[in-house]
């Protein structure tokens, strides 16, 4: 299939429809885009793209979302994410949200913090009000760096990864969860 669009990771052209508004679940915000993978290298995404005013949109309200009302969802912590990460570490995770794996995390003696672009969810403590893009791989080094969900609103998938790669110490470490 031809969406006219190119893939965030190769630029190829080519894509199979996963997903769309006919099949994805709860009609959640952006149900009437396509979930494509592309052909050329298997990178799944979102098409078309988030638009700016359409993350602008979401983000704005993110926190308030009731896109799973009728779900049973289990507040989930990423316990894995201790296997990966020293207590030494500076860890960073962007897109925390309601920072649910920050808030374990820190409880637990790790040194954390988070951003997201809801401002409703910024305690500026534990929780900044920051986009990815806006991190300054000058100042802000961090031994490990985790992302959960948050690929598929990224309009520049590679931007992304080298923003993360940028922002890690020599030895640093990320997981981007899709």
Known sequence: MNENKICGICGGKNFQVIADKNIIRFKC?????KVLKC???GQVQLLPFWTKNELNELYS??????DFIGQNRVEDTRSYLDK????????LEIGCGLGNNLKKLKESGYNVEGIDKDPK???NI???NKDFQELDP???KYDFIYSIHVMEHIQNPKLFIKKIIDSLTPKGRFIIEV
């Open 84 to 91: 990966f990460i020293k207590k030494k570490d500076r860890v």
């Open 138 to 140: 000058d100042k802000d």
């Open 126 to 128: 534990l929780i900044f």
């Open 29 to 33: 915000y952006g149900y009437d885009k």
């Open 61 to 66: 309200k993110y926190s308030e979302k009731k």
């Open 39 to 41: 052909t050329n290298c």
């Open 121 to 123: 969810v910024c305690d």
